[in-house]
Nanobody, 126 residues
Framework: QVQLVESGGGLVQAGGSLRLSCAPS????????MGWFRQAPGKEREFVAG????????SYSDPVKGRFSISRDNAKNTVYLQMNSLEPEDTAVYFC???????????????????WGQGTQVTVSS
């Protein structure tokens, strides 16, 4: 079964940094658009950042713009989310997802992503 596996979550103080990684298990996703979403307790899952298949385009939600950075290393078949200046409001489970192959645009809707990881917890203390 194809899975995406996230890693790098944890507990960090406000103002700190974390880097999340996402790698597939069972199939390569180097030619897929990829995205990061998050879900806080009692809230809906929301788009955080996305990148097209080649890495030439990225998109960020307003709350994380300027603080988070998404990137990919297709040779390593891995997508990263660098999170800086973390705030308590960033506390959530973060999910990696794959959309469609060779997509040149960045999808921000979760409905455009067909494969998801199990999520990794990020907790930011004040």
């Amino acid at each position: 079964q194809v899975q995406l596996v996230e890693s790098g979550g944890g507990l960090v103080q406000a103002g700190g940094s974390l880097r999340l990684s996402c790698a597939p298990s069972g199939r390569a996703f180097s030619n897929y658009g990829m995205g990061w979403f998050r879900q806080a307790p009692g809230k809906e899952r929301e788009f955080v950042a996305g990148i097209n298949w080649s890495g030439s385009r990225t998109s960020y939600s307003d709350p994380v713009k300027g603080r988070f950075s998404i990137s990919r290393d297709n040779a390593k078949n891995t997508v990263y989310l660098q999170m800086n200046s973390l705030e308590p409001e960033d506390t959530a489970v973060y999910f990696c997802a794959a959309s469609t192959p060779y997509t040149t645009v960045v999808h921000t809707s979760s409905t455009r992503y067909g494969t998801w990881g199990q999520g990794t917890q990020v907790t930011v203390s004040s």
